[in-house]
């Protein structure tokens, strides 16, 4: 009987690396097979640090990187929109705003305590479009 559990005896660093070896195919098998990424089917284990590093940029851009609104051509902002609206989860996102809204010129919406009454509304003016800034204006269909 001790001569049957010599054969089956193995190091703790060869359970490990077996263990590591299971891990990284089933990853590996499960990232090939999925059809939802393809930059995990294209590079299987590997293409999960992308989204790992995505993940953590926001704690990195913090300190070191530029900010949502400051890469150009594209910012990331419109990036993960594009992505969200690819994979029809939606474009709308609220509760906040990563715009600078102290510059001057920048539009801030903003609920009104209470609201206008009926008696108290004044239409609103008419636009011109173009006014101060061509020959041609176009005027508001009456």
Not at 4 to 9: L, P, S, T, W
Not at 64 to 70: A, H, K, T, V
Request: glycine share 10%.
């Amino acid at each position: 009987m001790a001569d049957v559990v010599g054969v089956f005896h193995v190091s703790l660093g060869v359970l490990s690396a077996l263990i590591i070896a299971l891990v990284l195919i089933y990853f590996y098998v499960r990232d090939i097979t999925q059809k939802r990424h393809t930059v995990l089917r294209n590079y299987p284990i590997i293409g999960r640090l992308r989204f790992f590093f995505e993940d953590l940029g926001e704690y990195f851009r913090q300190y070191f990187f530029l900010g949502d609104r400051e890469e150009m051509p594209f910012n990331r902002a419109t990036r993960a929109w594009v992505y969200r609206m690819a994979k029809n989860e939606g474009g709308i996102l609220g509760f906040g705003s990563t715009y600078d809204l102290n510059q001057s010129g920048a539009l801030v919406f903003v609920n009104a305590a209470f609201p206008v009454l009926d008696g108290e509304h004044e239409p609103t003016p008419p636009l011109v479009i173009g006014e101060g800034w061509c020959e041609n204006l176009f005027p508001p269909a009456r």
